[in-house]
């Protein structure tokens, strides 16, 4: 099994990936194919930009003379995330700390140990300031001969032009609903493939998200609720609610307000790994921390409180995309496109809205449900810009 066969619906950027690793090895005269030494992978969410970085990588590192075979030792930890070689950065926090970049920047200059490439990949390049990107700019500028980097983000515009300018980039596609139904209709055989392709429909073609809804049904049932009652917005109380389930509801989906002897689960699980990190700190049960030691502890913790941050906001964000992808539905039945809706569970519900708002009335709202997105992204509080998108969405009697 290649590695690229999890790359899907993205055979024209596989073939670019590809032919730039056999010239990688020297055996290509093709100019377009040159290997660069810098890459931008962007892409909608979902179109499996991570899944191509790590493939890429995986074909930088395999041993066979067809690279990227998926079998040998090479491709096989990379995969895995084991490769020696191979760093994959995905931080958990809002954003990428100028001391993360420093360390990856030392590991750039290391020669690989076992491998053909010290590749390095960073995951949401775009969280980085623009005084963390200028301590990457001189590692891109200069890299060592074997060493590859590999940006991953939405869009080019996401990374400075200074970084932008020194990578080669290539772009994703959203991958096709068909494609991303056989990917969950084979990891999940007992599914139908109409159940499989209502699934993708539902996470956008976003295959990340179209793999957590089936494995959990719960969760569509959470998603089909919150449709419902955006649907069914009214008055302006109606709104104040319908934020504060949303707002509140995040930390129910983590299992955090779920009692476990006077302790939510969230809570024990943080207190478990500070209480981990202070053991691999060479801290125990009543030891006094030295000064440089609580200085860890401290940036452990604040670690902590930026994840759950970002896990707020990304939660917040799925909403709101999923709410759009309602008014999507609703625009397209206004148009009589013949493109199919996403929400086929709600095709009913959207036909009835679809007639009594005009398009300019769902512009609106879509651009309303944009809106919101941008103000939480800067820091608004979520139950505020819901609130504000809820009014704005409500369906007023004529």
């Known amino acids: 099994m290649s590695v690229w066969e999890a790359a899907c619906s993205q055979a024209a950027v596989v073939e670019t990936l590809q032919r730039a690793v056999r010239a990688s090895r020297g055996n290509s005269d093709m100019a377009s194919a040159a290997m660069s030494q810098a890459w931008l992978i962007t892409g909608p969410p979902g179109s499996g930009r ?44 809002v954003i990428i700390s100028v001391e993360d970049t420093r360390a990856l920047v030392a590991k750039s200059y290391v020669f690989p140990t076992v491998g053909r490439k010290r590749v390095i990949a960073i995951e949401d390049a775009d969280r980085m300031l623009e005084r963390t990107t200028n301590v990457l700019l001189k590692a891109m500028e200069e890299p060592p001969p074997d060493t590859v980097w590999i940006l991953i983000t939405s869009s080019p515009q996401d990374v400075l032009p200074t970084i932008r300018s020194r990578c080669r980039i290539v772009t994703l596609k959203v991958p096709d609903a068909g494609d991303v139904a056989s990917i969950i209709h084979a990891d999940h055989s007992e599914m139908s493939t109409d159940e499989a392709l209502n699934i993708a429909l539902m996470a956008q073609c976003h295959i990340g998200r179209a793999r957590g809804l089936a494995r959990d049904i719960v969760a569509r049932e959470e998603r089909k609720a919150l449709l419902s009652a955006v649907l069914r917005l009214n008055t302006v109380g109606d709104c104040v609610f319908a934020a504060k389930d949303i707002v509140d509801h995040f930390p129910a989906v983590r299992k955090k307000y779920v009692e476990k002897g006077g302790e939510t689960v969230q809570e024990e699980l943080r207190r478990n790994e500070l209480e981990r990190f202070r053991t691999s700190i060479g801290l125990r049960d009543g030891d006094k921390e030295s000064a440089s030691q ?105």
């Open 50 to 93: 991570s899944i191509v970085a790590r493939a890429f990588a995986a074909a930088l590192e395999c041993t066979e003379e067809e690279p990227g075979c998926g079998r040998c030792h090479g491709c096989t930890t990379t995969l895995a995330g084991t490769h020696p070689d191979v760093e994959l950065y995905d931080t958990a926090a």
């Open 294 to 398: 609580r200085a860890q502890i401290r940036q452990f913790t604040d670690a902590q409180k930026k994840q759950e941050t970002r896990q707020h906001r990304d939660y917040i964000d799925r909403v709101l995309l999923d709410i759009l992808s309602l008014y999507r539905d609703i625009l397209t039945l206004q148009l009589g496109s013949d493109v199919g809706v996403m929400n086929r569970d709600f095709e009913a519900h959207c036909e009835s809205v679809a007639s009594q708002l005009t398009l300019g009335e769902t512009l609106e709202r879509m651009d309303a449900i944009a809106h919101a997105r941008e103000r939480i992204g800067r820091n608004m509080p979520p139950q505020l810009a819901l609130e504000a998108l809820f009014v704005n969405l409500r369906l007023q009697k004529r």
